[in-house]
């Protein structure tokens, strides 16, 4: 069979590999559609913390079950399935008090181990998920989603919640999405570059508005003129946003979480960087923050927004910008290096292999 492997920063080939052989307790898996996602897209570009050199990427995926053990899950040959694509311990202090997202020694396909991206794989059948009859395209998504999800969950967004964003990509708009089904009154904030994208999203998503980052001091206004005011001993402050959401790996963006969240606020870290931070740590105890890591995604996080998007409550097509077919992927990578501030969420179509 066919696969992809990134081999070094700035090089994707496809390559002939042997098929997997299933064993028991696995499902094999013929892949419909994948979603290069920020992590693919930082280990192309050789900046993503948890890459090694060659490797198949992608772990957000739709398959089709070719075969699989008779099973109490309802699963079958010929149904279209997603897939928790995280691989826990199951014996290190977090798997035994079950929370398996923060393994100690987390391998996620496409990152420790290798991906999705080629013909066929095997997965544990625990780990096979009912696409409840979304589109592959869609419930390719689905994966991302959950990394979303499960970080605006770690939050406790709730109805009238101020929540900024700060992350115009995939990750950062699907989170804006989480949030305002919440309940919250979202406002997404990226860089000038990634204007055009950024207004695409407030208009496909109805977010609350956007902020464009061009610094400090325009951030600083900005959340004044959203948040309001209050006069402090000769100095205007913002009064801040009751949740900030990282979403995108820098320091710098963590830095703006920090300054932009009100007293009493709370910030949560989706983003994956490889740079150190240092700053006034003081500040998260004078504004008494709470501040939450968001790692990986649940198995309820799956199951719960593959019953949200069916039901019709996030249009999660809409996130979708651009498709390559399997034999562009080098391509798809490039052009989402390059033009990443025009390209929301980049698909590659698996059915089409020559």
Do not use: W
Not at 279 to 305: I, P
């Amino acid at each position: 069979m066919k696969a992809i492997y990134i081999e070094e920063p700035g090089k994707v080939v496809i390559r002939e590999i042997e098929m997997p052989r299933r064993k028991s307790g696995e499902a094999l898996l013929k892949v419909l559609y994948g979603g290069i996602c920020g992590s693919d897209l930082g280990s192309y570009r050789g900046t993503f913390a948890y890459f090694a050199y060659p490797r198949i990427p992608g772990h957000e995926f739709a398959a089709e079950i070719v075969e699989i053990d008779d099973n109490d899950r309802g699963l079958k040959p010929g149904m279209i399935v997603t897939c928790n694509p995280y691989f826990n311990c199951g014996h290190c202090y977090s798997c035994e008090r079950g929370i398996v997202n923060a393994c100690m020694d987390n391998q996620t396909m496409g990152c420790q181990r290798d991906g999705a991206f080629c013909e066929y794989i095997t997965m544990p059948i625990e780990r096979v998920y009912d696409g409840k009859g979304l589109p592959p395209k869609v419930l390719a998504a689905i994966e991302p989603f959950c990394i979303s999800y499960h970080g605006v969950q770690r939050a406790g967004v709730k109805q009238g919640d101020r929540v900024l964003v700060i992350g115009g990509g995939a990750i950062g708009v699907l989170a804006a999405n989480a949030a305002k089904a919440l309940g919250g009154e979202v406002y997404l904030c990226d860089i000038p570059q990634a204007k055009e994208k950024l207004e695409r999203s407030r208009e496909t998503f109805g977010f609350a508005g956007t902020i464009l980052n061009e610094g400090p001091e325009s951030l600083e206004a900005a959340v004044r003129e959203i948040t309001g005011s209050t006069e402090i001993g000769g100095n205007v402050l913002g009064s801040g946003f009751d949740i900030c959401i990282e979403a995108v790996g820098l320091p710098s963006t963590f830095q703006s979480c920090i300054d932009c969240a009100a007293f009493g606020g709370k910030v949560v870290l989706i983003g994956v960087g490889k740079q150190n931070l240092d700053f006034n740590f003081t500040l998260l105890q004078k504004k008494e923050l709470d501040v939450f890591g968001s790692r990986n995604a649940l198995k309820k996080d799956f199951v719960e927004l593959i019953d949200l998007v069916k039901e019709g409550k996030v249009d999660l097509e809409k996130i979708i910008t651009d498709v390559y077919s399997f034999n562009d992927a080098a391509k798809a990578f490039e052009d989402f290096s390059t033009k990443g501030g025009s390209m929301l969420k980049v698909g590659i179509d698996f059915t089409d292999i020559r």
